[in-house]
């Protein structure tokens, strides 16, 4: 069953602790996204990478890093940077342009 | 750079009734546009896509769009709206990244309420 595995689900933290968020893909989809969703504001990109070891910075990277060292893996690390980390956060996978990003089913982080 | 307008961040209709889901977007190329579907605490589903091939997209659970050059717009549709089609619906545009990949630009969504 090829897809795209967030986990997990629901993530608390407390303020000041670093957090990794981890995304999976079985898709041999070379290129993988971080999204951020906030009530009311759509998606946002905060990182993508178009192949392994090789990464950039989407709209809104700052507080944020990510590492690419598989093809099938695409971590995500919400720092203590981070002045609003309270979000839902969607990893997708992908190809070019004319093609559709298939998106896991996201990790909700709640920090107090 | 490139964007996209939903108007209507709510729309509610009655069940079997119409449904019209507006998007507007801009762009400086052929656009490729995308809908997709979120259900609450869920991943995003493509509903349809459109890549220059046809104007009138016919999508997935009896969904269609057409893509109007004239207006930038590319408007969702269903004929006759179901109590599982209550949602948020997402319109993208794409543009590629050099090298490969691609980013999408996404509305604000539009949250479907379906009422009996």
């Known amino acids: 069953d090829g897809g795209i595995t967030q986990s997990p689900k629901y993530l608390f933290r407390k303020e000041g602790q670093n957090v990794t968020l981890s995304c999976e893909q079985n898709?041999?989809?070379?290129?993988m996204y971080w999204y951020r969703q906030d009530p009311g504001q759509g998606l946002r990109l905060i990182y993508y990478?178009?192949?392994?070891?090789?990464?950039q910075k989407g709209d809104i990277a700052e507080g944020y890093s990510v590492s690419r060292e598989k093809k099938e893996s695409f971590p995500l690390t919400v720092t203590s940077a981070q002045k609003n980390p309270t979000a839902f956060y969607l990893c997708a996978a992908g190809r070019g342009p004319e093609y559709e990003q298939y998106f896991g089913p996201g990790t909700r982080l709640t920090v107090t | 750079a490139q964007s996209v307008t939903q108007l209507g961040s709510h729309v509610s209709v009655s069940e079997g009734a119409l449904v019209l889901l507006r998007c507007n977007y801009s762009?400086?190329?052929?656009?490729?546009l995308f809908w997709y579907v979120q259900y609450p605490n869920q991943g995003l589903q493509l509903l349809l896509k459109?890549?220059?091939?046809?104007?009138l997209v016919k999508g997935i659970n009896g969904f269609e769009a057409e893509f109007k050059k004239s207006e930038t717009s590319f408007h969702l549709t269903k004929p006759s709206a179901h109590m599982s089609d209550a949602a948020e619906y997402f319109c993208?545009?794409?543009?590629?990244?050099?090298?490969?990949?691609?980013?999408?630009?996404f509305g604000t969504g539009t949250q479907l309420k379906v009422e009996l």
């Open positions: 459109y890549t220059s091939a046809a104007t």
């Open positions: 990478s178009q192949i392994v070891n090789d990464f």
């Open positions: 762009s400086s190329v052929p656009p490729y």
């Open positions: 898709l041999n989809h070379d290129a």
């Open positions: 993208a545009v794409s543009e590629g990244f050099t090298g490969g990949g691609n980013k999408l630009t």
